[in-house]
């Protein structure tokens, strides 16, 4: 009977301390879990507090109304140089639009209709103007009237320029004003150059051979190799002095091949540029919006045609002024990877 005892207490001993044993795993095994969920909410709770303040930085620098006192009051804002042909129904979509932007000086509209602008349109764009300028800015309207219709005609000289920065740009897109302020600011850093939203490249004809025959390429090339050599003026920023080199200095020849052929208006301002700086151009990454349908690139063998532009071009430089790089500016206050 002793002996029966001896051992039932064995049994409830090894029970006890089986149980102890499991009940310590279990502590632990809890213990670990928490620490895991701990460990978790914690790593949710600092994305959390950083998505927060990443998106208070972003609210402060889209706040700030200061950033362009650093810079000398001829380089504060920017003025729109808008070209139109016949689309009055785009163009006062574009003249609302960037009337909001707050940079904006000026509005400048290319016209080179047979007809000027009725007086109740020019009385409805003004208004238009007035309605949608912000901090009650006073922004300038004016029609630049030409009485020949040339491509050239956007580049001619405009004399009462206040600012520095030409933002150039077609009636059928439309860029958010964010996107355009920060090409600004990309253009502030390098006022030489040109700063645009369309990039386009040239390549020497392989089919050619090394004889200095190129050419032009759209976007899908720029696409494809990460490379440019210009930013066409349908969309970019750069400096009003150009007007004048356009005009007065750059080679005739060159702006009667443009007027002749109706094309490549923005191909010869692109070389302009580049032969004055030796730089290539800046690409800015931004959304665009196409409110039009048609255009000259609409029309058959346009990229054939921008190739004899391309070497006619450089034939009367006596070389390829166009500089290739592969840069790209990226706004990373609102890029998650850049």
């Known amino acids: 009977m002793e002996h029966r005892r001896s051992r039932r207490a064995v049994m409830r001993d090894r029970d006890h301390r089986t149980a ?44 700030r109304t200061d950033t362009l006192d650093i810079y000398p009051v001829s380089r504060r804002g920017y003025n729109i140089v808008i070209n139109t042909w016949k689309r009055n129904d785009l163009l006062k979509q574009s003249v609302s639009h960037y009337a909001s932007c707050s940079g904006l000086d000026s509005i400048h509209i290319v016209w080179s209709e047979p007809d000027p602008p009725s007086e109740s349109f020019i009385k409805f764009l003004h208004h238009v103007v007035h309605s949608n300028s912000r901090d009650g800015r006073k922004i300038v309207l004016k029609f630049d009237i030409n009485k020949e219709d040339s491509l050239n005609n956007r580049f001619k000289e405009i004399k009462d320029l206040k600012t520095d920065a030409v933002f150039s740009i077609d009636d059928d ?27 386009r490249m040239h390549w020497i004809d392989q089919s050619k ?21 210009m930013v066409l003026s349908k969309a970019a920023f750069f400096h009003k002095k150009y007007f004048s080199l356009y005009t007065n200095e750059m080679p005739a020849s060159i702006r009667e091949f443009t007027t002749k052929n109706r094309n490549c208006e923005d191909i010869a301002m692109s070389f302009l540029v580049a032969n004055v700086t030796g730089s290539p151009p800046i690409w800015v990454k931004g959304k665009i919006f196409e409110i039009g349908s048609t255009g000259i690139s609409s029309l058959g063998g346009h990229t054939e045609k921008r190739s004899q532009c391309v070497n006619r071009f450089a034939m009367e430089y006596g070389r390829m002024p166009l500089v290739s790089t592969s840069m790209k500016a990226v706004d990373s206050r609102s890029s998650w990877f850049w």
């Open 173 to 199: 897109i439309i860029f958010p004003c964010s996107s355009v302020e920060f090409a600004f600011n990309v253009w502030q850093s390098a006022p030489d150059t040109m700063v645009g939203f369309v990039p």
């Open 209 to 229: 051979g090394n004889t200095g025959s190129y050419v032009y390429a759209g976007w899908w090339s720029v696409w494809w190799t990460g490379t440019y050599s």
């Open 20 to 63: 102890m044993q499991r009940f310590r795993q279990g502590a632990i095994s809890a213990v670990g879990s928490v620490k895991i969920k701990l460990l978790i909410c914690s790593c949710i709770a600092f994305s959390v507090f950083a998505l927060v303040s990443r998106t208070a930085d972003s609210m402060r620098w889209s706040r």
